[in-house]
T-cell receptor, first 110, second 115 residues
Protein backbone atom coordinates (compact mmCIF):
# COMPACT_ATOMS: atom_id res chain seq x y z
CA UNK A 1 0.00 0.00 0.00
CA UNK A 2 1.16 3.52 -0.71
CA UNK A 3 2.34 5.20 2.47
CA UNK A 4 1.37 8.47 4.08
CA UNK A 5 3.38 10.59 6.50
CA UNK A 6 1.75 12.80 9.10
CA UNK A 7 3.03 14.71 12.13
CA UNK A 8 2.56 12.75 15.35
CA UNK A 9 0.68 15.54 17.07
CA UNK A 10 -0.54 19.08 16.65
CA UNK A 11 -2.11 21.70 18.85
CA UNK A 12 -4.56 24.40 18.03
CA UNK A 13 -6.65 26.94 19.87
CA UNK A 14 -10.39 26.62 20.00
CA UNK A 15 -12.29 28.55 17.31
CA UNK A 16 -9.23 28.87 15.11
CA UNK A 17 -8.59 27.10 11.80
CA UNK A 18 -6.46 23.95 11.81
CA UNK A 19 -4.38 22.71 8.90
CA UNK A 20 -3.41 19.04 9.15
CA UNK A 21 -0.74 18.07 6.60
CA UNK A 22 -0.18 14.72 4.95
CA UNK A 23 2.60 13.65 2.59
CA UNK A 24 2.04 10.83 0.12
CA UNK A 25 4.86 11.09 -2.39
CA UNK A 26 4.34 7.55 -3.74
CA UNK A 27 0.65 8.04 -4.52
CA UNK A 28 -0.52 6.30 -7.69
CA UNK A 29 -2.93 7.68 -10.26
CA UNK A 30 -5.85 5.60 -8.98
CA UNK A 31 -5.38 6.33 -5.27
CA UNK A 32 -8.00 8.43 -3.56
CA UNK A 33 -6.98 10.49 -0.53
CA UNK A 34 -9.23 9.74 2.43
CA UNK A 35 -9.33 11.28 5.89
CA UNK A 36 -10.84 9.61 8.91
CA UNK A 37 -10.76 10.66 12.52
CA UNK A 38 -11.07 8.74 15.74
CA UNK A 39 -12.45 10.36 18.86
CA UNK A 40 -11.38 8.85 22.20
CA UNK A 41 -12.81 5.38 22.83
CA UNK A 42 -14.77 5.33 19.58
CA UNK A 43 -14.44 3.77 16.17
CA UNK A 44 -13.11 5.97 13.37
CA UNK A 45 -15.45 8.16 11.37
CA UNK A 46 -15.21 9.37 7.80
CA UNK A 47 -14.26 13.00 7.31
CA UNK A 48 -13.65 13.64 3.63
CA UNK A 49 -12.01 12.25 0.51
CA UNK A 50 -10.79 13.48 -2.85
CA UNK A 51 -8.87 12.54 -5.96
CA UNK A 52 -7.45 15.64 -7.61
CA UNK A 53 -9.63 18.66 -6.91
CA UNK A 54 -10.11 20.38 -3.57
CA UNK A 55 -13.20 19.21 -1.73
CA UNK A 56 -15.48 20.81 0.85
CA UNK A 57 -18.12 19.28 3.07
CA UNK A 58 -19.85 20.20 6.30
CA UNK A 59 -17.02 18.82 8.41
CA UNK A 60 -13.90 20.02 6.66
CA UNK A 61 -12.08 20.97 3.49
CA UNK A 62 -9.43 18.98 1.68
CA UNK A 63 -6.74 20.79 -0.26
CA UNK A 64 -4.79 18.57 -2.64
CA UNK A 65 -1.46 19.65 -4.11
CA UNK A 66 -1.27 19.87 -7.88
CA UNK A 67 1.21 16.97 -8.04
CA UNK A 68 -0.95 15.03 -5.53
CA UNK A 69 2.06 14.26 -3.41
CA UNK A 70 0.63 16.03 -0.42
CA UNK A 71 -2.70 17.18 0.94
CA UNK A 72 -4.04 19.23 3.83
CA UNK A 73 -7.15 18.69 5.87
CA UNK A 74 -8.60 22.00 6.98
CA UNK A 75 -10.92 22.39 9.95
CA UNK A 76 -12.22 25.93 9.56
CA UNK A 77 -13.08 26.59 13.18
CA UNK A 78 -11.88 23.99 15.63
CA UNK A 79 -13.96 23.10 18.65
CA UNK A 80 -13.05 20.97 21.66
CA UNK A 81 -15.04 18.14 20.07
CA UNK A 82 -12.56 18.07 17.19
CA UNK A 83 -9.84 16.71 19.48
CA UNK A 84 -9.09 13.34 17.92
CA UNK A 85 -6.56 11.31 15.95
CA UNK A 86 -6.77 12.20 12.27
CA UNK A 87 -5.75 9.58 9.73
CA UNK A 88 -4.76 10.35 6.14
CA UNK A 89 -5.21 7.21 4.06
CA UNK A 90 -4.70 6.29 0.41
CA UNK A 91 -7.25 3.93 -1.09
CA UNK A 92 -7.35 2.56 -4.60
CA UNK A 93 -10.77 2.92 -6.17
CA UNK A 94 -11.22 -0.87 -6.29
CA UNK A 95 -9.98 -1.62 -2.80
CA UNK A 96 -12.38 -1.83 0.13
CA UNK A 97 -9.57 -2.26 2.63
CA UNK A 98 -8.41 0.61 4.82
CA UNK A 99 -4.88 0.43 6.20
CA UNK A 100 -4.27 2.93 8.95
CA UNK A 101 -1.00 4.75 9.54
CA UNK A 102 -0.10 6.41 12.80
CA UNK A 103 -2.20 9.53 12.27
CA UNK A 104 -1.96 12.97 13.88
CA UNK A 105 -3.24 13.47 17.40
CA UNK A 106 -4.92 16.86 17.43
CA UNK A 107 -5.17 18.69 20.75
CA UNK A 108 -7.54 21.65 20.99
CA UNK A 109 -6.76 24.24 23.64
CA UNK A 110 -9.70 26.09 25.20
CA UNK B 1 -26.80 7.55 7.09
CA UNK B 2 -25.42 4.08 7.14
CA UNK B 3 -24.62 2.66 10.55
CA UNK B 4 -22.48 -0.21 11.71
CA UNK B 5 -23.19 -1.46 15.19
CA UNK B 6 -21.02 -3.61 17.45
CA UNK B 7 -22.04 -5.61 20.48
CA UNK B 8 -21.03 -5.71 23.23
CA UNK B 9 -19.30 -2.37 23.73
CA UNK B 10 -17.22 -3.79 26.55
CA UNK B 11 -16.68 -7.25 27.96
CA UNK B 12 -14.61 -8.77 30.71
CA UNK B 13 -13.88 -12.47 30.56
CA UNK B 14 -11.75 -14.99 32.38
CA UNK B 15 -8.58 -16.42 30.90
CA UNK B 16 -9.28 -19.54 28.85
CA UNK B 17 -12.84 -18.65 27.92
CA UNK B 18 -14.12 -17.56 24.51
CA UNK B 19 -15.77 -14.26 23.67
CA UNK B 20 -17.97 -13.44 20.68
CA UNK B 21 -18.23 -9.94 19.26
CA UNK B 22 -20.99 -9.07 16.79
CA UNK B 23 -20.85 -6.52 14.00
CA UNK B 24 -24.03 -5.56 12.20
CA UNK B 25 -24.69 -3.29 9.26
CA UNK B 26 -28.03 -1.72 10.16
CA UNK B 27 -29.33 -0.24 6.91
CA UNK B 28 -27.28 -1.79 4.15
CA UNK B 29 -25.99 -5.17 3.10
CA UNK B 30 -22.29 -5.82 3.46
CA UNK B 31 -20.68 -8.66 1.56
CA UNK B 32 -17.38 -7.69 3.10
CA UNK B 33 -16.59 -6.52 6.60
CA UNK B 34 -13.26 -5.85 8.25
CA UNK B 35 -11.98 -6.51 11.75
CA UNK B 36 -9.32 -4.40 13.45
CA UNK B 37 -7.68 -4.41 16.83
CA UNK B 38 -6.17 -1.41 18.55
CA UNK B 39 -3.85 -1.22 21.54
CA UNK B 40 -3.77 1.90 23.74
CA UNK B 41 -2.25 4.93 22.02
CA UNK B 42 -1.62 2.88 18.87
CA UNK B 43 -3.21 2.85 15.46
CA UNK B 44 -5.75 0.35 14.20
CA UNK B 45 -4.31 -2.88 12.89
CA UNK B 46 -6.27 -4.79 10.27
CA UNK B 47 -6.78 -8.37 11.43
CA UNK B 48 -8.96 -9.92 8.76
CA UNK B 49 -11.46 -9.46 5.97
CA UNK B 50 -14.78 -11.15 6.58
CA UNK B 51 -16.47 -12.43 3.41
CA UNK B 52 -20.16 -13.33 3.38
CA UNK B 53 -20.62 -17.00 2.60
CA UNK B 54 -16.94 -17.85 2.43
CA UNK B 55 -13.83 -18.05 4.57
CA UNK B 56 -12.30 -14.97 6.08
CA UNK B 57 -8.98 -13.69 4.82
CA UNK B 58 -6.48 -13.12 7.62
CA UNK B 59 -3.61 -10.66 7.63
CA UNK B 60 -0.11 -11.97 8.13
CA UNK B 61 0.60 -12.87 11.73
CA UNK B 62 -3.05 -13.17 12.80
CA UNK B 63 -3.96 -16.65 14.03
CA UNK B 64 -7.12 -17.81 12.30
CA UNK B 65 -7.78 -20.51 14.91
CA UNK B 66 -7.54 -17.93 17.65
CA UNK B 67 -9.76 -15.32 16.03
CA UNK B 68 -12.68 -17.12 14.41
CA UNK B 69 -14.70 -15.06 11.97
CA UNK B 70 -18.14 -15.99 10.71
CA UNK B 71 -20.06 -13.91 8.16
CA UNK B 72 -23.24 -15.91 7.82
CA UNK B 73 -25.50 -13.16 6.52
CA UNK B 74 -25.21 -9.93 4.59
CA UNK B 75 -25.69 -7.87 7.74
CA UNK B 76 -23.80 -9.79 10.41
CA UNK B 77 -20.19 -10.75 11.00
CA UNK B 78 -18.93 -12.21 14.26
CA UNK B 79 -15.45 -12.38 15.72
CA UNK B 80 -14.83 -15.02 18.37
CA UNK B 81 -11.69 -14.74 20.45
CA UNK B 82 -11.06 -18.34 21.51
CA UNK B 83 -9.24 -19.37 24.68
CA UNK B 84 -8.66 -15.73 25.53
CA UNK B 85 -5.54 -14.66 27.39
CA UNK B 86 -4.67 -11.31 29.00
CA UNK B 87 -2.57 -10.35 25.96
CA UNK B 88 -5.77 -10.52 23.87
CA UNK B 89 -7.12 -7.58 25.84
CA UNK B 90 -7.62 -4.84 23.29
CA UNK B 91 -10.12 -2.61 21.50
CA UNK B 92 -11.72 -4.51 18.61
CA UNK B 93 -13.39 -2.56 15.81
CA UNK B 94 -15.29 -3.66 12.73
CA UNK B 95 -16.07 -1.77 9.56
CA UNK B 96 -18.15 -2.16 6.43
CA UNK B 97 -19.07 -0.14 3.40
CA UNK B 98 -21.87 -0.04 0.87
CA UNK B 99 -21.13 -1.85 -2.36
CA UNK B 100 -19.78 0.74 -4.77
CA UNK B 101 -19.54 3.34 -2.04
CA UNK B 102 -16.39 5.14 -1.00
CA UNK B 103 -17.08 5.74 2.69
CA UNK B 104 -16.30 3.08 5.27
CA UNK B 105 -18.48 2.89 8.36
CA UNK B 106 -17.01 1.76 11.64
CA UNK B 107 -18.60 0.21 14.68
CA UNK B 108 -18.22 1.87 18.02
CA UNK B 109 -15.69 -0.73 19.11
CA UNK B 110 -15.58 -3.47 21.74
CA UNK B 111 -13.21 -3.19 24.64
CA UNK B 112 -12.16 -6.68 25.69
CA UNK B 113 -10.46 -7.23 29.02
CA UNK B 114 -9.23 -10.72 29.85
CA UNK B 115 -8.53 -11.33 33.53
Amino acid sequence: DAKTTQPNSMESNEEEPVHLPCNHSTISGTDYIHWYRQLPSQGPEYVIHGLTSNVNNRMASLAIAEDRKSSTLILHRATLRDAAVYYCILRDSWDDKIIFGKGTRLHILP
Amino acid sequence: GAVVSQHPSRVICKSGTSVKIECRSLDFQATTMFWYRQFPKKSLMLMATSNEGSKATYEQGVEKDKFLINHASLTLSTLTVTSAHPEDSSFYICSAGRTGGTEAFFGQGTRLTVV
